[in-house]
């Protein structure tokens, strides 16, 4: 078989890896931006990283988001309908196979329906507490992620 058509049968998925800020990037969980794409690696090449910051997002956070090559996208109201729209840009512009969100919110469920309606595979990334229930069950695939806190405790979930 050519390289070429070996090639075509081996590619990698194309995902964009959309991340809520709010929900996902806080103090007392530790998450960082790198273990978000190893996972989402795991599934395909990330093409797409944004991180979705409100408005009383730190300047200093947005420059880590940047320095860690993902897009910061500052948003001065709900962030899920900037997620929403550019979830549907990215399925309309046939950019990306696979939609990655990080969040625990409820909120993004009928993110998650759209893309699916539309044929898009989809991937959610959460941990407890909160991490939905309606979440898990609406994507097609979804990992818990560790959380280590500031105060040593460290809880190993995994999907």
Same mark, same amino acid.
């Given at each position: +078989? ?9 590619? =990698?998925? =194309? ?24 996972? *989402?690696?795991?599934? !395909?090449? @990330? /093409?797409? !990283?944004?991180?979705?910051?409100? /408005?009383?997002?730190? /300047? ?13 996208? %500052?948003?001065?109201?709900? %962030?899920?309908?900037? +997620? ?14 696979? %939609?990655? %969100?990080?969040?625990?919110? *409820?909120?993004? @469920? ?14 959610? +990334? !959460?941990?407890?507490? !909160?991490?939905? @229930? ?13 959380? =280590? ?11």
């Amino acid at each position: +078989m050519s390289t070429r058509i070996t090639s075509i049968f081996t590619r =990698k998925k =194309k995902i964009a890896l959309l991340i809520d800020g709010p929900n996902i990037l806080r103090k007392e969980f530790n998450i960082k931006l790198e273990e978000l794409r190893e996972i *989402a690696e795991k599934y !395909g090449k @990330v /093409q797409i !990283g944004k991180v979705y910051l409100n /408005q009383y997002a730190p /300047q200093k956070l947005a420059e880590a988001v940047s320095n860690s090559g993902f897009s910061p996208e %500052i948003v001065s109201y709900d %962030i899920h309908i900037v +997620m929403a729209l550019d979830a549907i840009s990215f399925l309309k512009n046939k950019k990306v196979d696979l %939609i990655a %969100i990080a969040s625990r919110h *409820a909120r993004c @469920v009928p993110i998650l329906r759209k893309l699916r309606e539309e044929g898009v595979e989809t991937l959610v +990334m !959460g941990f407890d507490p !909160g991490f939905s @229930v309606a979440l898990k069950n609406t994507a097609d695939f979804y990992e818990e992620i560790s959380v =280590k806190t500031y105060n040593g405790n460290n809880n190993n979930r995994k999907s």
